[in-house]
């Protein structure tokens, strides 16, 4: 124990840190937290790396700052991304993977989100919350400007607020901010300080304003709609210098980037919409990095001594949601649970990932997230039960249900391995597989069950692809909890609303875990939803490309990234 | 009178494509009222035939709108992707007109033997096999394995026209693949029937030579079905590569089809198709001129 360090941290808690803080570090002291976890909150909770150095060192487990690695300057990155985006390039209504790969090459957020689950500084230095979470206040950083010349400051975050928060303004963000932060809550105090006033106490909030909301690009106050791809008007450490739809966007290298200046001289990004064609592209050399690869479709790029894999462990996954409102077998929380005990995850992981994902548990709760609960037990495969419960539920022959689903990366093999699953029990399962753009077509609000009349909210059973998430809560929000923007399953529990609401609101981790761990056993219970894995988000490189990572989310970073 | 009717066909289907523009344009999240207010600015609450006219005159005018998707002119994104569809059906024609044409005339003239049976057969395996495959295959060997050239038609930004032509080799071979069959059998069919015709007989009675027969004799008349054949292929070189144009990379005009009709971007779709319409027209007409040219009793018919 380090009794220099004991005294800063003990000065620190005395006159700076509140209450929140306290917690986080009594949890260190009692060994109830480990070091990867203390650094992510403490990230979180906006402590300074000189005050997360100090708890540690007085604790006995010493942290070290790794130094940034020397990169050769100069060079274009020709970086792939499939598939294009489908719609204009306009950061609040990014929906698509095209659009937030394309915006994140130039774009900056308050904080950012790292490969670890940490938070790092970005255009916020530090962030506060009160005692419960329910207003946080975030200090912006000094002297940055736009790529268009202009100072930025609270006005400009304000502004970029206001537009994700906005029902009217077309946001896509909105299935974060929703129930989180509303119209109003936005408040400037000081000209690099911002309050956020919540909704309800939210703990991991500042994971929120991170490139994991991928639409909170910060944009000049006086930024015009539909001018993102027109002038360069970021603060990021490239420029968006052309764009074409369709083709492909060159980047240049912001000399005036408030990170310094980065390796490449710019980027040229080229559009694909053929996983063989990008394959081949990287093959024979006409592109340095893909943004994203499949396994299922890029398997030709294992094993290739040529390419370089770049692995990152999140929380991307699919889901099964079955519809717990239609008068039909999936009614029964019974027939849910038999249909879920089919599935051998190990294998279906096996085949479909070559082991590069994570066996789901049937909740949001991913293995990467600090806090799942691990002591819940482990859902497999045990078909005597699975015949039971259907028996038990009154369909002792099985019955016939329709699947209906998307032609995207894997989802029609895994589809065709649910319907081989269920078949062992009796059960009939016809897939209906649609084209991505046919999936997700029609309305996703009003009409009877309120959520329109799109086939990936409505249909009695389906698999959807969705996104990695630095923390589960918008995943809780919007997919579990009751009246949820995307509850495909039209799910409705109060009891797993209350965990849901109480596990948001939590501060230590040990709390976290514990509601995390009610969540998980409610949805075990019922079934909503059935989460078969969560798989690594994968890129592929060329051997020269230095110094890249690939982003949980699919953002694409470049800053640091440098040519051989 | 036919691009009237196209016209009317495309406009007819573009409406019948399920969706709903302004919810496709608003995202999913957008309320109805919004959604509504979206399409009413945009005239689509007036009747079809009102929203038929108001767009076909708009285009006779030169005037292609907006495209819904992207939010810009629809004439800048489908201009580029008119000129790369020349480009690639250019490269492609100079390199299987020619080469059919040889090939369909040799095995005509050696009907029933060697030449004739690995000409007509190697053509016909090869339009058998789907485009995608050989394609493929071509990538696979050209462009990887030997790395002889680029698997990517789109060449880097001010590439001059020989690095444009090295770009757009290995399509124009996939292209060569599906159509050298189809060509060469029509011509050599030509040629068969011209060579059996009492005109070629009389020519030999005259004394020429079998070289000057065959060029001045059986080619030109043997040539009159490949040209029509030729014509019918611009649309599909034009407008109906997207196989082709996907597997290289390639922004032509049949991707942007494609893409707006995946999307619901009405206003490039119906373009687009009318674009494709307009050129296929234009390559029947050189077509029909053609045939005039080498067919004087087309000439002397119409003079009478």
Known sequence: MDR??????????RTTAGPLENDLVDELAEGGISRQDFVRRATMLGLSLGVVGSALAAYDTPLAFGAPTAAKAGGRLKVAIIPPPTQEIEPHTFADQGGLETGSIAGEFLTRATQGLTLAPELAVSWKPNANATIWTFKLRPNVKFQSGQSFGADDVLATYNRLVDPKSGSQALSVFKGVLSPGGIKKVDNLTIEFHLDAPTASFPYLTSSTTYQAIILPADYKLGSFTKTPQTTGAFRLTSYTPGVGAKYDRNPGWWGGNAPLDGIDVTYYSDDAAVIAALLGGQTDLIAQIQFATGRALFNNSKVQIFSTRGSTHRQVPMRVDLKNPLKDARVRQAIALTLDRPAIVKTLFNNLADVGNDSPFAPVYPSTDKRVPQR??????AKDLLAAAGYPRGFSITLTTEKVGEIPQLAQIIQRSVKAIGINLKLNILTATA??????TGGPGGL?????????????????????????????????VWNAAHYKSKKTDRAIAAYLGSIATSDQRKYAGQIQRQLLADTPVVFPYFYNYLAAGSTKVKGYKADALGGVYLSRTSLA | MTLFLLSVIVF????LLP?????????????????DAYNKALGLDRPVVVQYWDWFSSFLRGDLGTSLQYKVPVADLLGPALVNSLKLATVAFVLVVPLSIVGGTVAGLRRGRLRDRVITVAGLSLTAIPEFVTAIVLILIFGITLGWLPVSATPPEGAGVATQIEYLLLPSFALVAVLFGYIARITRAGVIESV?????????LKGLSRRQVVVRHVLRNSLLPTIAVVATQVGYLIGGLLVIEKLFNYNGIGQRIYIAAQNKDFTMLQSGVMIVGVVYLAATLVADILYSVLNPRIRYGSAE
């Open chain 1, 4 to 13: 220099d360090e004991m005294r800063r941290i003990d000065e620190y808690r």
């Open chain 1, 380 to 385: 497999k495969k045990d078909l005597k039960r």
């Open chain 1, 439 to 444: 999936y997700f077509a029609g309305d996703q």
């Open chain 1, 452 to 484: 329109g009349n799109t086939p990936w909210l409505n249909t009695p059973m389906n698999i959807t692809d969705w996104g990695h998430r630095a923390v589960p809560n918008a995943l809780l929000t919007s997919a579990i909890r009751t009246g949820g």
């Open chain 2, 12 to 15: 007819a289907a573009a409406q």
């Open chain 2, 19 to 35: 969706g709903d523009i302004g919810r496709n344009v608003l995202g999913n999240l957008a309320s109805q009222k919004d959604v």
């Open chain 2, 196 to 204: 059996e015709a009492d005109y070629t007989r009389t020519a030999y």
